[in-house]
Each structure stands twice: as structure tokens, then as C-alpha cells.
């Protein structure tokens, strides 16, 4: 059964830091690009990150660009969200979703997706 838990969300205060874990079981992320998504109550899904297996390049949006870094560990089967210096506008459920080989930013094109972890930034 293919799956991707999604994991490390919860409550922190403006500028804390929280990781967020992508774990999959059922197929390796060898030959996958996984993306980060989040999706923040009356709004649409958006991106905000994505690594790909062809060639490892890793994406960030200009909104989180210095703010959060994605990595991968590919004998965990687990890619990596590492959020800093969060804000309240990053309250959102988060969710990691796989495609093969190469990032692509409209979500549609992802085949398998996690059940979204709650991040929610508040003092």
C-alpha cells in the first residue's frame, strides 16, 4: 500500500522553528519528487516547496526562500521540512505529495499525498 505520513506539526510562537517529516511506505522516494504543500483555512492549496529524485534540485517559494529548507534521506524514505522564523500567516495544515522524477507546481499532477499535519503559528 502506497503511503505518505506526513509528521512534527503543531503550535509554536512567532519566529520558533518546527521540522516537518515526509515518510513513505509501500515504494521508495528514490525515483520521486516530493512537494510540500499547505493549505490555510477559506483558501486554496499552494506550494511552498518541492525536491526532485532526477536531479536533486530543491525549490523554495520567494515567501519562505531563507525562511524554510527541504532535504531528503533516502535510506529513511523521509524528506524534510525545516521551517524558521515562522509567522502566523504560515498557519496552515501542510501536506507532502509525490511525483515521479521532477518537481511540478500545480498540485493535480502529484499522485499520492499525506493526510496533512496542523501547523498553526501563535502567541
Known amino acids: 500500500q502506497v503511503q505518505l505520513v506526513e509528521s512534527g506539526g503543531g503550535l509554536v510562537q512567532p519566529g520558533g522553528s518546527l521540522r516537518l517529516s515526509c515518510t513513505a511506505s509501500?515504494?521508495?522516494?528514490?525515483?520521486?519528487?516530493i512537494g510540500w504543500f499547505r493549505q490555510a483555512p477559506g483558501k486554496e492549496r499552494e506550494g511552498v516547496s518541492c525536491?526532485?529524485?532526477?536531479?536533486?534540485?530543491?525549490y523554495i517559494t520567494d515567501s519562505e526562500n531563507g525562511r524554510f529548507t527541504i532535504s531528503r534521506d533516502n535510506a529513511k524514505n523521509t524528506v524534510y521540512l525545516q521551517m524558521n522564523s515562522l509567522k502566523p500567516e504560515d498557519t496552515a495544515v501542510y501536506y507532502c505529495?509525490?511525483?515521479?522524477?521532477?518537481?511540478?507546481?500545480?498540485?493535480?499532477?502529484?499522485?499520492?499525498w499525506g493526510q496533512g499535519t496542523q501547523v498553526t503559528v501563535s502567541s
Open positions: 525536491i526532485s529524485s532526477s536531479d536533486g534540485n530543491a
Open positions: 509501500g515504494f521508495t522516494l528514490d525515483y520521486y519528487a
Open positions: 505529495a509525490a511525483r515521479r522524477s521532477r518537481c511540478h507546481p500545480r498540485p493535480s499532477t502529484y499522485t499520492a
